[in-house]
Each structure stands twice: as structure tokens, then as C-alpha cells.
């Protein structure tokens, strides 16, 4: 059943559905094969079901989010690691990540991406491997056969292995011009390469010698910027990258990659990358997801007005002292909260006003909170 | 039981200047001495009459008001010489910072100026912070060179906490506020000090005021003496000093000694104001304990703000350990009834209820359904005794409140703590109860997260009607069988209901008709028609379902075989009720179990909350009585395997263990291969936790293959009761591989983990594998590897309550202000809209299906029946 026939009937019943329901509609009718009469009847059945369950009027919809948010915090592991899918990687998960996730850390644990590719590419293995040595970070000492540090003649010899090279998907030429352009003193020839220290003090001759076979050692010569080890999977029929840190912005441009499932868990990553609406739902996500893997449930509902109110104003702020508990209107309330001394002082200096239209605040002078019973009166209807 | 008199609209926050100090100030205070030989409070010293009285008898010297009645009032000290509050240093070094230290203007340009103050103007008229702002003016008028007077500016540094340092030159309070007077009143803005209620000259303290001795009360001990608290303390070292200070000055001492008292002086006042200023040492008591002083009476969690302001003590309220009771329903608890003759109800008294008013009062306030208290309308409060009852009740008319004890029906509200989420507070109705415990349901247990190994429940007691009306209807138990963290239901049937109900139901489970007509009614169901035949389970459990009620599920049981043969499951798994009659399947977790309960929830969902309180009282009450027809019981003799399975069991951890040598030796011979991106240390242990993680679940599968369905304990763990499969096979077959970090056991002792093994052993004995089952008992290795891994939960566990509980508490501050407005948005309270529509669907998590608006696919099967019905 298509879309277009279930919303002319949902706009015939005078209601407004959220798309998504409405395509659960269209969907439920295609497997059980409604007639027209039935879908009539069953669009007003749920209309009724939508006006049941809507929330109502000064619902505490804020306190309830904190708490199933909040809640389930108890039953979660402390275990820092876990293999999440990939077993060659490390991820931070349960409270500590979500604690990561609430405070909007700007340097997580553990930042990781996932990197899909087009349709057009993504079968295609050497395709892929090819992407993921150009993003891994591949050092010198990846690729060597033989290395050799020679006291005697103060040089440095080394071997590379061009099974690896090939292996690894690396040009040869490349990886000779990057070690031509970081060191001066490198005789080459073919797969034979000797660095010669530069010498300032004769006194310190070895030292130097042993620093420059560090150096040679740990020459980067593939990768992008923040991206550490990269592993290789196949999803299905597909295949696609992990890997260990994150910068989402090099990894978009690069030719083939699905733009809209490529991922990273860094959040703020995604709000410079992408924005802040994109930011709100990487927190949904990561939030949800740490969520389910502990085998807890949460309505996306609560998370989603976590994620709102972190984002409420333009920018990803955190919960707590730094972020929204900060820049309450209230003194009183972010006096309550922390830091009641730097509160109060500068609220004096600065002749602030409190007009206690908060919960806290009314909580302190004793008078009933504004929210749900305590946000509506009663009036007498009056006899005529 | 009056209406709100006064609403407070708005506070204001300000600076007080030095004349208004004195304005508000009752008596200078001098004398550094409070008492004199006699014991009078001397005058003009720190306990001086007119400061306010605390005992009840006295009055007060200022108001005239009894002792409680007056709230005290402030005296002040003129200080000898100015000083600067601590709060404000940093305050008073960026200001010095920012403006010219010739002229006093700020160091801004004209058009500068202009910009700054239309920015903060505007923020100020939207009622937003100016913080940034006030920061932004700080580094841009850091400069070399005034822009008005072409003063060359030196840079200003603070010396934490109160010295402000110029060059080389350290700055006396007194030249701070010279400078800090300086500055032009109309560019106050620029550096955050609102011209209206603050000058920055004030932040230099010159007249200091002293609180009123209710503020800082002494107590009296036993042996007479009296003892001062800290406030006063330090008050009196701020005027002992203050008073030197001023003799050396009239004296004409020399520069360095007023210096050095300056000094000094400032140090008191310093701590007095807050007494953890970081570059302080802190003030001490006599016996060595830091002085609590104002900034320590605010903050914190022990603090004026958390502890009294924010959380308040209330009467009315009891506490005391909990016990199970299963006839009691969900909604009531079992009050004891020497709590209920203390805690009391207001009843209005009428003409229709004076009779009964004064039954209660005849009754005492000893004997239950007595009363405590009589209030008459002038609001004098009359306590009853059993010598004047008699006369209470010849003066009660209609118009008093009569304080009743609390009885059978009352609403009260029950807590336990920790109260994570709302259904940690749930309204109950009272049953009087004998003993000295507080009774309740064990179905409810799941939501106050309470068991009963000594647990302690509060309770409260709703003295309005208001209260009780907004309980009864929002917060009864039966209203929050639904979680709103998930949608399904929270409230439900736990242990014993769960292996009960299975007992009743599974299949072959026969009984008389005199065994079911006892058990309906042991759960006070309505007794069905005498059939004069055997029933089964599922028929009797198919009395308390609804006459219409359809689904079909898979039961927690379900082995979740590859090919699923629905009705013809043999493990009975397979669950279909047709109009409210139990065809297949037997009930368990999936049932009516807490956080699973399929029935349960559908009945909640379908057909309200009273039902489905109803069928939560009679269905464990059934499970309980089937249970109890049937036996059950567990022992160590359910975890029995025979010794054909026990060997077996020692050669699969034999074969591993020889596996696990396999790969050592192959380490060490470095023939492994590594795991890409892991070292090749990383890839042994990674390979020998799989060998041994895959020999104990094998252990486990020999052990399980003996366990059948008429093991008690195996029912517990298949039907979701209590335990798990994994607790038998560990008390049955191997306990299984002890972990410290996440992975194997590696340290203890050097390069091995106890004196027992070799330097650098790696097999599964040294790291902590335990080969023994619980049963059989660990060897002393074992035992102390078990007990590592044992200790690093506790630990854990112990974190993890710390850090979800700052976690949840900082949620829970940033959102409380949140709520629904009538148009469906969601705003805080200062009008910001953070979601158009509460989750963009407006939806109620705790009124839907699982987060969905509602079972879509039951709805148009429901839809079907009712029409073929209709033709």
C-alpha cells in the first residue's frame, strides 16, 4: 500500500500523524492486505490510541528523561574495554561512556570510525584495502625487511620488504620521496637505503646515531591526521573499515565513501564537520546504542530531549557545571547545584534578579513547583 | 490547611554599602568578650542583648519579641582599617586590571565603549548572561597606555588570595579602594558591577556586619560551661585584632607593627568569610579542626543550599525495616500499629462526623483507632491524654481538627531510597498490621528495588486532602505498573510467582477438583462451576485471564530451536490464549514477571490498571497456593551429576589445558601468529581465554544434558524465577576461568601471580582458571584466584553507584525545569523551546506500547475478530 493513500486518509479523519507512523500504517496494511474500509477503521482506531497516549500538559517530561536516563546507570558494568563487533579494536562502553557522552568531552577514550563505501565500491576488496592504507597510519618500520644499525661505520642501514609494500598497497616511489624529503643524508639504492646521522658533537656521536634510527623507524609514510590502526571487515556482502581514532572531515572527501553511513563517535567531531542537528543525533545514537548494548532499554523519547536540551542553542554543551547547569537563569539554582559561593557573590555584584520560576527555587522558598498539578490552578465556575 | 498568604515574585541580589551596614546594624560591637563573671552577655560584645534572644522565656532588647519569634538582628564592627573580602579578589584584580591607574577610567576607547555597552545592554534586556561579554572587556582593556589620560599602566597581578600586586609594589586594601572609588560610575557596566545595587569600592570591606547570635547560637554542656560556635570565634579573633590594631595606630607605632596587624586583620576576616580560600591556612579550632565558617555553611552537600534548603525534614513520617507479606494486594502496606497510633490524619470534624471524631477520642492515643491531638479553630493544638479525654470530647464541636490515628484505607506515600526514578515513591493504601514491621507486596519489590535482608522504608503521611486526592489518582502502585523509561511493565510477579505459575501450568500438571476449588480459593478468586472432574493447570490459571483476551508468544522457556514447531513445542513453550483460555504454553517470566510480563501488559494496556492490579493480586496468589500443592524445594543434590559425567567433564578441562600448552609453547617458540594489530602476547591470551571460555561452556553443555525439567532448580533458571543456567553449570560441572581487568589474573607476586608457580608460568592454573565446581570445593589456589576476582566486583559495584549517582544527579539539574506547554512544545522556564514536539511525536513513553503509539498489527487482528463477530 503506498504512503500518499494512507495520509489522504489520515488527512480525511482531520488528524496529523508523524511520518513515521504513517509509514508503519502503509506498512502493516501491505502484510495483512487491507481493503479500504479496513484501513478507514484502522486509522481512526489509532487515531484514538494517539490521543490516549499523547503527554499531557505540564508533564515533568525533563525530570522523567533524567531519571530513565539516569537509572539504568546503576545496573551498567564498569568495564572500561570491550571488543564492540571488531575484535582487533578497544571502545569504551557502559557508564563510563555514557558519562563521556553527557559531559560532551571534547577529547573522548576512545574515538573510532566506521567507513562505508558507495555501492559501486563497496564489494570491491582492493578497492577498500587500498583506502584503508591510505587512511591507517603506516609507519617505516611497517615495511622493513631488514634493519641495521652499524656503530662502526656510524650509519644506519635499512631493508625494505616490497612483499609488504605490495601487500600494504603502497607506491614504491611515494614512500621513497617522504623518506627523501625527511632526512638529507640517505644514500638509496633500490630496496637498500643508508641514513648517516648529522653529527654536531662528536661527544654525543651515538646518541645521535641511536635517535635517527628511531626517527627512521617511526617515519610515517601513509595515513590520515588522528587515524591510528585501521582494520578491514566484511559486513554482509560488503566490506568496510574500522578504525582506531577519528577525523571525519579528511575521511568524507576521500573518492567513494558513502557519505551517509560513514560514522565516528566523536561528537564534536561531527558538530564541526557537520553541524550541530547532526551533533544531536550522534548523541541519540551513541547514546541509545551503549544503552542497548547492556541490554537496557530506553524510549529514544528520553535521550532524544537529553540530546535536545545539549544542543538546544546552536552549540554541543555539556550537562553539568561547564554547560546548562551553568547558565541557568536562577541564582538560587545554580547555587544549589555547584559552586554556591561563586554564584551568590557574583550575582551581588552583578545585581541579578531571581523571578523563581524554577523548580529548585520554589523548592527553597517553600512554595509549590510550576509543573505538572502545580502548574495549573482551579476556578470556580460561577452560577448564572 | 490555609491558602498561600504571600507569593514571593522575585529576589534580588546586591552589595550592601557601609551606611547601610550601619543603618541595619543594632549596636556597634567592640568588646572582644561575650560574657561576664556572672554570666550576662556583656554590652556592645559579641552575645550583646540587642543582637536577638534565643531562650524562650526572654525578650528581646530590640523587637520586643519572645525568644523563637524573633529572628535576631545585626550588629556591625568598625573595622580600624579597610580590608578586602575574599570572594571578591579576583574580581577586584581584573578591575584593577582593566582600568587606568591614574584616572580610573576603564581602559577602553570611545567607540570601544559604545560597542561593549550596547552589547550588554541588549543582553541584559533579554535577561541573558553577560559573563562572556564581561570576560571578552577584560583581555581587550588589558593595556600598556590609557586611552584617555596616556598613563603608562603597569601590570597588575594577585597574589592569591587577597594581595593585589602592582609591579613590584604590593597595594594596601586601603589604596585598592582609593583606585576602585576612581572609576566613573557610568562604566561600572564594562566590568559587571551593576551601578544600581553595587559600587566596586564596597568589595574593600570598611565595616564588617555581625550576624545575630541566632545565627551562631551556643550551646550549653553538661558540666555549666558553654560552648561557642565558630562564627563567634572568629569574630571575636577579628576584634581582639581590630582593637590592637587601632591602639597601635592611635599610638603612633611604627609603620612595620600596624603593617603587620593589617595584615593579620585581613587574615581573619579572610577565613571568616570562607575558610578553604586556597593560600590561606586555615583557621583552627583549639582541639585542631578547621573552623567552619559562612562560604562552609553554604556549600556542599552538607551545606545551608543541599541539605536545608533544597531537601527539607518533615513530620508525619515513619521509617522502618520491611517484610514480605503476599496476602496484602499491591496497593496497600502493611503498617505496623505501633507506628499508627503515633503518626496521625487531620479530619475536619462536621455534624455528620463528630460521632466517630469522638469514638476516636474516647479510644485514646493508645489504643488504635484513637486520636492524638485536638485542634481548635483559634488554632491552639490540645493534646489528648487518657485523664482529660473526657473533656476533650464534651468541647469538641464541628470546626476542630481532630488528629486521628492512621487506619485501614488511609493514602499514605511510601519511599525507598535510593529514589532513583518516580517509582521509588508510590502512594499505598494503610493496612494496620501487628508487629514492628512495614509489610508489603513482593510484586513490588522490583520498583523500590527492595528485598529483604534488613532493608528500611520511609513513610509518609498526606495531611491534606489536596495531596491525598492528587496520591490516590497519580501515584497508587497500580498507576505505575507501566515504566516510563520503556513502556512495559515494571510491577510484576518475581521467584517463587514465576516457578509457581509454571508448576500450575505446564503441561501434564493435573489436580482434583478440590485441590483447585482449595487453591481459587486461597486467592480469593470467585469460585467456577463444579465440573466433577480433574482440571488442569491451565484451566485454572485461565480463570483470572479476561473472557477476550487473544495472543500468542514465545515463553521465557523457548529453547529457541532452529525450526520452531509452535503448537507441537515440547518444552511447552509455545504460549496461545484464546478468548481468555490458555491452549498451549506455560506460564513464566514471559507471563506476568516483572520488566517481561507479555499478559500483564497487555492487560494493563487493554483493560486499565484496576485490572490488571486484580489480576496481579490473584495470579500470585495462585502461583503461590499451586506451589505450595505441588512442594518445591532446592538443595545441592539438584546440581548432582553422575560420575560418567564427571569424568567426562575432567578430560574435556584436561584436553584444554593441554590445549593451552600447546599455544604457550608455541609462544615461546615464537611459531604463533599474531592477530593483526596485536602483539603477539596480546593474541596468546586472546587464544587461551577462547580455549578456556569454550571448555567451560562444554563442561557446562555435559552438565546441563543431565538436568532435565523435574529439577527444581532448573526450573527456577529456565522459567526466568531466579538464577541462571550458568550458576548451576558453575555449582555443578567448573567454575570457570576468574578475571581481574578484563582479562586472565597476571600480577600478585613477582613475575607470577602467587610463590606457587614457576617465574613467568602462563598456563590456566597460575592465572586464574578454576577447574573445580562450587560443588566440590576450591583448592586454596582457586580459592584466593575466585576471591580476586570476587573482590574486584565489590569494588566496582562500589564506583559505579558513585559515579551513575553524580551522573544521574547532574541529568536530573539540567532538566527538571522541562516540561510540556499547552501548545506541545517543550520549554524550560525561561521560555526556551527545546523540542517543538515532545519527542517529535508527542507521544507518552509511559501510556505507549514499547515506545510505539500502539500495536499496530494486534489492532487490525482485533479489528477482524470484531467484525466477523459483527456479520
Request: hydrophobic share 35%.
Amino acid at each position: 500500500m503506498d504512503i500518499e493513500k494512507v495520509e489522504k486518509v489520515v488527512k480525511k479523519k482531520r488528524t496529523k500523524f508523524p511520518e513515521k507512523l504513517i509509514y508503519e500504517i502503509a506498512d502493516a496494511a501491505e502484510r495483512h492486505d487491507l481493503n479500504d474500509k479496513e484501513l478507514d477503521e484502522l486509522v481512526k482506531e489509532i487515531k484514538k490510541a494517539n490521543q490516549r497516549a499523547g503527554v499531557e500538559n505540564g508533564e515533568a517530561v525533563g525530570t522523567v528523561a533524567a531519571q530513565s536516563v539516569g537509572e539504568p546507570g546503576t545496573q551498567m558494568t564498569m568495564r572500561t574495554f570491550h571488543y564492540a563487533g571488531v575484535a582487533e579494536l578497544n571502545v569504551t562502553l557502559g557508564l563510563p561512556r555514557l558519562i563521556e557522552i553527557v559531559d560532551a568531552r571534547k577529547k573522548i577514550s576512545t574515538p573510532t570510525m566506521g567507513i562505508y563505501f558507495d555501492e559501486e565500491y563497496s564489494a570491491d576488496e582492493e578497492f577498500v584495502r587500498k583506502i584503508a592504507n591510505r587512511i591507517g597510519k603506516i609507519i617505516l618500520n611497517d615495511i622493513l625487511k631488514d634493519f641495521n644499525v652499524n656503530y662502526a661505520n656510524m650509519n644506519l642501514s635499512i631493508e625494505i620488504d616490497e612483499d609488504k609494500v605490495n601487500d600494504k598497497r603502497l607506491e614504491y616511489d611515494e614512500i621513497i620521496a617522504k623518506i627523501e624529503k625527511a632526512f638529507k643524508k640517505v644514500e638509496i639504492d633500490k630496496n637498500l637505503l643508508s641514513f648517516e646521522p648529522t653529527i654536531t658533537d662528536p661527544k654525543h656521536a651515538i646518541r645521535e646515531l641511536r635517535l635517527l634510527a628511531d626517527k627512521v623507524r617511526d617515519l610515517q609514510i601513509s595515513g590520515v591526521k588522528n587515524i591510528g590502526k585501521v582494520v578491514i571487515r566484511k559486513e554482509g556482502a560488503e566490506w568496510a573499515i574500522h578504525t582506531e581514532g577519528s577525523n571525519l572531515g579528511a575521511v568524507l572527501k576521500m573518492e567513494g565513501v558513502d557519505k551517509t553511513r560513514t560514522s565516528t563517535n566523536d561528537i564534536h567531531e561531527v558538530e564541526k564537520v557537520l553541524g550541530v542537528e547532526a551533533a544531536r543525533n550522534a548523541i541519540i545514537h551513541e547514546a541509545q546504542s551503549t544503552m542497548e548494548e547492556q541490554g537496557l532499554t530506553v524510549d529514544v523519547r528520553h535521550i532524544m530531549l537529553v540530546a535536545d536540551m545539549m544542543t538546544a542553542d546552536g552549540k554541543v554543551k555539556s550537562i553539568g557545571r561547564h554547560g546548562i547547569s551553568g547558565e541557568k537563569a536562577s541564582v538560587l539554582a545554580r547555587a544549589s547545584f555547584e559552586e554556591t559561593g561563586k554564584h551568590l557573590l557574583r550575582a551581588s555584584i552583578r545585581g541579578e534578579v531571581d523571578h523563581l520560576t524554577g523548580i529548585i527555587e520554589n523548592i527553597i522558598i517553600g512554595q509549590p513547583i510550576p509543573l505538572g498539578t502545580g502548574s495549573v490552578g482551579v476556578i470556580m465556575k460561577e452560577k448564572k | 490547611m490555609k491558602g498561600i498568604l504571600k507569593k514571593i515574585s522575585q529576589i534580588n541580589f546586591g552589595l550592601m554599602s557601609p551606611e547601610n551596614i550601619r543603618k541595619m546594624s543594632v549596636t556597634k560591637i567592640v568588646t572582644p568578650d561575650t560574657y561576664d563573671e556572672d554570666g550576662y552577655p556583656i554590652e556592645a560584645g559579641l552575645m550583646d542583648p540587642r543582637l536577638g534572644v534565643i531562650d524562650p522565656g526572654l525578650r528581646c532588647r530590640s523587637c520586643g519579641s519572645k525568644g523563637g519569634d524573633c529572628q535576631g538582628h545585626f550588629g556591625h564592627i568598625n573595622l580600624a582599617r579597610p580590608v578586602i573580602h575574599v570572594g571578591f579578589a579576583d574580581t577586584i584584580h581584573k578591575v584593577l586590571r582593566s582600568t587606568c591607574k591614574d584616572c580610573g577610567h576603564v581602559l577602553l576607547t570611545e567607540a570601544e565603549m559604545a560597542d561593549y555597552r550596547e552589547k550588554i545592554g541588549n543582553q541584559i534586556k533579554n535577561e541573558e548572561s553577560i559573563t562572556a561579554i564581561i570576560k571578552d572587556v577584560y583581555t581587550v582593556a588589558r593595556r600598556d597606555k590609557c586611552p584617555h589620560c596616556a598613563e603608562e599602566q603597569e601590570d597588575v597581578k594577585i597574589d592569591k588570595p587577597v594581595s593585589i600586586v602592582e609591579g613590584n609594589y604590593k597595594l594596601t586594601a586601603s589604596e585598592v579602594r582609593e583606585r576602585l572609588e576612581a572609576i566613573p560610575e557610568d562604566e561600572y557596566i564594562f566590568v559587571g558591577i551593576n551601578h544600581e545595587v553595587a559600587k566596586p569600592e564596597w568589595m574593600v570591606l570598611t565595616v564588617l556586619p555581625v550576624p545575630p547570635v541566632t545565627v551562631r547560637p551556643s550551646i550549653t554542656l553538661e558540666t555549666g560551661e558553654r560552648s561557642e560556635d565558630d562564627l563567634t570565634h572568629k569574630l571575636v579573633d577579628i576584634l581582639r585584632i581590630n582593637q590592637r590594631l587601632k591602639e597601635n595606630m592611635e599610638a603612633g607605632a611604627p609603620q612595620l607593627i600596624v603593617e603587620d596587624l593589617w595584615e593579620l586583620l585581613q587574615y581573619h576576616v579572610t577565613t571568616y568569610f570562607d575558610n578553604e580560600a586556597s593560600g590561606v591556612p586555615p583557621a583552627r579550632h583549639r582541639s585542631g579542626r578547621p573552623l567552619k565558617t559562612l562560604a562552609q555553611r553554604l556549600k556542599g552537600k552538607e551545606g545551608r543550599f543541599r541539605s536545608n534548603l533544597s531537601g527539607k525534614r518533615v513530620n508525619f513520617s515513619a521509617r522502618t525495616v520491611i517484610s514480605p507479606d503476599p496476602n496484602i494486594s499491591i496497593n496497600e502496606v502493611g503498617v505496623p500499629e505501633m507506628i499508627a497510633t503515633e503518626v496521625t490524619v487531620p479530619v475536619f470534624v462536621t455534624e455528620w462526623n463528630i460521632e466517630a471524631m469522638k469514638k476516636f477520642i474516647m479510644n485514646g492515643p493508645n489504643v488504635h483507632p484513637g486520636a492524638n491531638y485536638v485542634i481548635r479553630p483559634d488554632e491552639r493544638k490540645i493534646r489528648v491524654y487518657d485523664e482529660t479525654k473526657e473533656t476533650v470530647i464534651e468541647k469538641l464541636e464541628p470546626g476542630f481538627v481532630v488528629e486521628r490515628h492512621l487506619m485501614d484505607g488511609d493514602v499514605v506515600l511510601f519511599n525507598r531510597q535510593p529514589s532513583l526514578h518516580r517509582m521509588s515513591m508510590m502512594a499505598h493504601e494503610v493496612k494496620v498490621l501487628p508487629y514492628k514491621t512495614f509489610r508489603l507486596n513482593l510484586c513490588v519489590c522490583p520498583p523500590y528495588n527492595a528485598d529483604f535482608d534488613g532493608d528500611e522504608m520511609n513513610m509518609h503521611v498526606f495531611q491534606t486532602e489536596e495531596s491525598r486526592a492528587e496520591a490516590k489518582s497519580l501515584m497508587r502502585v497500580q498507576e505505575h505498573i507501566l515504566s516510563p523509561r520503556f513502556g512495559g511493565p515494571i510491577i510484576g510477579g518475581i521467584h517463587d510467582h514465576i516457578s509457581g505459575a509454571y508448576l500450575l501450568t505446564r503441561e501434564g500438571s493435573v489436580f482434583s477438583e478440590e485441590d483447585v476449588f482449595q487453591m481459587v480459593k486461597h486467592a480469593r478468586m470467585a469460585l467456577p462451576n463444579a465440573t466433577g472432574k480433574d482440571w488442569t493447570g491451565k484451566q485454572v490459571f485461565s480463570l483470572l485471564l479476561p473472557k477476550d483476551l487473544n495472543m500468542v508468544y514465545k515463553a521465557e522457556i523457548c529453547r529457541k530451536c532452529d525450526e520452531c514447531l509452535k503448537q507441537e513445542c515440547k518444552n511447552d513453550a509455545y504460549v496461545v490464549i484464546d478468548n481468555g483460555q490458555i491452549i498451549t504454553g506455560a506460564m513464566d517470566e514471559k507471563a506476568y514477571g516483572a520488566f517481561s510480563g507479555k499478559i500483564l501488559d497487555s492487560i494493563v494496556k487493554e483493560y486499565g490498571t484496576d485490572k490488571a492490579r486484580e489480576f496481579l493480586d490473584s495470579s500470585t496468589k495462585l502461583a503461590i497456593s499451586g506451589i505450595m500443592k505441588r512442594g518445591f524445594t532446592t538443595s545441592t543434590a539438584d546440581e548432582e551429576i553422575p560420575r560418567e559425567a564427571k569424568d567426562r567433564i575432567e578430560q574435556l578441562l584436561a584436553n584444554a589445558e593441554a590445549k593451552v600448552e600447546q599455544l604457550i609453547e608455541a609462544y615461546h617458540n615464537e611459531e604463533l601468529e599474531a592477530l593483526p594489530g596485536r602483539s603477539l602476547r596480546e593474541t596468546l591470551e586472546m587464544k587461551i581465554m577462547q580455549v578456556l571460555g569454550e571448555a567451560r561452556d562444554k563442561s557446562g553443555e555435559i552438565a546441563e544434558s543431565y538436568f532435565g525439567m523435574e529439577n527444581h532448580a532448573v526450573i527456577m533458571a529456565l522459567t526466568g524465577a531466579r538464577g541462571s543456567m550458568l550458576n548451576l553449570t558453575q555449582i555443578a560441572a567448573c567454575v570457570g576461568q576468574q578475571s581481574v581487568r578484563g582479562g586472565r589474573i597476571e600480577r600478585g607476586y613477582s613475575q607470577r601471580t602467587l610463590p606457587h608457580f614457576q617465574v613467568g608460568e602462563l598456563g590456566a592454573k597460575a592465572s586464574g582458571f578454576v577447574h573445580s565446581s562450587y560443588k566440590k570445593g576450591l583448592d586454596p589456589l582457586e580459592f584466593f584466584f575466585h576471591a580476586m576476582g570476587g573482590r574486584e566486583g565489590l569494588v566496582d559495584t562500589a564506583i559505579r553507584t558513585a559515579q551513575s549517582g553524580y551522573m544521574q544527579r547532574r541529568l536530573v539539574n539540567a532538566l527538571q525545569d522541562l516540561n510540556v506547554q499547552p501548545d506541545g512544545t517543550v520549554r524550560d522556564n525561561r521560555g526556551v523551546i527545546v523540542q517543538t514536539e515532545y519527542g517529535e511525536d508527542g507521544i507518552d513513553p509511559a501510556k505507549s506500547d514499547y515506545g510505539k503509539v500502539a500495536d499496530i498489527d494486534r489492532m487490525i487482528d482485533e479489528m477482524r475478530i470484531k467484525s466477523k463477530i459483527g456479520k
